[in-house]
């Protein structure tokens, strides 16, 4: 068991708190139209839409990084699972959003990545999105819908998983490599979480 205090992180490192959130019932529909101009859509990417997107709509803002230092044979195998599905939000024919579901754990579903690049933030799409994933995860045989975030995400994710119907169910602290002291990330990057090296 691990004692009350405060701990060091190490140069190089960043630390979070993540907190898991679960929905075991369907959560009630809180319907919304989609905001003018934009359209839901399935998509297969490829590697480089998707890390396109990637970076847009996590990269930057919030240090979303795993999947760009994952070796390009995994993103491959994770892009070409048919138990993976990718969605997206479009406005004038550019990928504004990305929504993974992803079904690989029997009777589950993990709502992998779920975000907005900063055109559609405001706009209602981020309802209108998680709407359509709610619909499409428990369209298919699960028991349990979840996610995580962290303290390194938008401080308005978390509330907006709870008020769509996700209950917290476990919190940990997560501590990793700074991916912008190894070039994953430019320097510039989530300037809300300081850097140490």
Same mark, same amino acid.
């Given at each position: 068991?691990?004692?009350?205090?405060?701990?060091? $992180?190490?140069?190089?490192?960043?630390?979070?708190?993540?907190?898991?959130?679960?929905?075991?019932?369907?959560?009630?529909?809180?319907?919304?139209?989609?905001?003018?101009?934009?359209?839901?859509?399935?998509?297969?990417?490829? !590697?480089?839409?998707?890390? =396109?997107?990637?970076?847009?709509?996590?990269?930057?803002?919030? !240090?979303?990084?795993? *999947? !760009?230092?994952?070796?390009?044979?995994?993103?491959?195998? $994770?892009?070409?699972?048919?138990?993976?599905?990718?969605?997206?939000?479009?406005?004038?024919?550019?990928?504004?959003? !990305?929504?993974?579901?992803?079904? *690989?754990?029997?009777?589950?579903?993990?709502?992998?990545?779920?975000?907005?690049?900063?055109?559609?933030?405001?706009?209602?799409?981020?309802?209108?999105?998680?709407?359509?994933?709610?619909?499409?995860?428990?369209?298919?045989?699960?028991?349990?819908?979840?996610?995580?975030?962290?303290?390194?995400?938008?401080?308005?994710?978390?509330?907006?998983? $709870?008020?769509?119907?996700?209950?917290?169910? =476990?919190?940990?602290?997560? $501590?990793?490599?700074?991916?912008?002291?190894?070039?994953t990330l430019p320097r510039s990057a989530a300037t809300h979480v300081p850097i140490f090296d």
């Amino acid at each position: 068991m691990m004692e009350d205090g405060l701990y060091d $992180i190490p140069p190089g490192k960043v630390a979070a708190v993540m907190t898991h959130l679960e929905m075991l019932t369907p959560a009630p529909e809180r319907p919304v139209p989609a905001p003018k101009g934009v359209t839901f859509e399935q998509i297969k990417p490829d !590697l480089d839409r998707y890390r =396109d997107l990637f970076k847009r709509v996590g990269s930057f803002d919030w !240090l979303w990084h795993g *999947r !760009l230092k994952m070796k390009e044979a995994d993103l491959n195998a $994770i892009l070409n699972d048919p138990k993976v599905a990718f969605y997206t939000l479009s406005k004038n024919g550019k990928d504004e959003a !990305l929504l993974e579901l992803d079904f *690989r754990q029997d009777g589950a579903c993990e709502l992998a990545y779920f975000g907005l690049t900063a055109n559609l933030i405001g706009s209602g799409a981020g309802r209108f999105l998680m709407n359509k994933a709610i619909s499409l995860a428990w369209a298919q045989d699960i028991s349990r819908f979840h996610v995580h975030t962290c303290t390194m995400d938008s401080p308005q994710a978390l509330p907006f998983y $709870i008020r769509s119907g996700f209950t917290p169910c =476990d919190l940990k602290v997560e $501590i990793g490599d700074d991916p912008r002291l190894d070039g994953t990330l430019p320097r510039s990057a989530a300037t809300h979480v300081p850097i140490f090296d």
